[in-house]
């Protein structure tokens, strides 16, 4: 008796099963959609932020110089030389900062210029502020890409070279970008110290790579990790770009 009551609830549980399991589903999907749509607004708040730097801050800065050009100019001869010299000095240190914080928020040049110059732009960066060599590479023909495309391609790209900076235990890395007919695929590579990726828990944010996944995945791509203890690390990003965004059929 007990065994035919047992066998009447297995259609019941594999349905409550079944049940959860597709709710988990939904629940991870919706999950990751905030998250991607969470970033797309902070992308467009830092470009908004950094246009504002530009367009005010900096122009105001560097119309003050250049009126402070002109006041030394014709104060040469006051005993305010000096002074002025150290205001000069001051501003240009000033107009520095603020190009380089309007880059750090949002970079002008993804918007301007497109995906390709952004990271060409990236490259040189991170040599001048952490020291690493990046050799970019194009292959191909610049297909157009949305914004929240660019923006988290661009993303992508920037938290895989800090990690070749922070991980990777070398001082060079490349950096290729190749479009395809149907998409285009980012590959950063390094030479470095590598890890064990069976082991590692490529969810912590160590590694960093479980953002870029869902950050890939909520836009229809994926993520291909190459990477032995000693023997470097090789990330791809693949990302079709006409497939509707959010299908992960």
């Not at 890409?145 to 391609?153: A, F, G, H, T």
């Not at 994926?222 to 299908?247: H, I």
Request: net charge negative; proline share 3%.
């Amino acid at each position: 008796m007990t065994e035919q009551r047992e066998q009447r609830r297995e259609p019941d549980l594999r349905e409550a099963l079944a049940r959860e399991t597709a709710a988990h589903a939904e629940t991870r999907r919706r999950l990751s959609e905030l998250a991607l749509q969470l970033g797309l607004t902070e992308a467009r708040e830092r470009r908004a932020i950094a246009e504002d730097l530009h367009d005010h801050v900096g122009q105001a800065l560097a119309v003050m110089k250049i009126r402070l050009e002109t006041f030394r100019g014709n104060a040469i001869f006051s005993g305010s030389n000096a002074e002025i010299g150290e205001m000069l000095r001051l501003l240009d240190q000033t107009i520095t900062y603020t190009r380089d914080l309007t880059g750090t928020i949002s970079p002008p040049v993804l918007f301007e210029l497109g995906l390709e110059e952004a990271l060409d732009w990236l490259a040189e960066r991170m040599e001048t502020t952490q020291g690493l060599q990046v050799a970019f590479r194009v292959n191909g023909s610049a297909r157009d890409l949305r914004d929240e495309q660019k923006i988290m391609v661009f993303r992508s790209a920037q938290e895989l070279l800090r990690n070749v900076v922070v991980h990777a235990g070398c001082d060079s890395a490349t950096m290729t970008l190749t479009w395809r007919p149907d998409g285009l695929e980012l590959a950063v590579a390094d030479r470095g110290c590598g890890f064990d990726a069976e082991k590692a828990d490529l969810r912590t944010e160590a590694f960093g790579l479980f953002s870029i996944r869902e950050r890939m995945r909520q836009l229809g791509g994926g993520v291909d990790v190459e990477t032995e203890p000693g023997r470097g690390t090789r990330v791809r990003l693949d990302l079709p770009l006409d497939r509707p965004q959010g299908d992960q059929s």
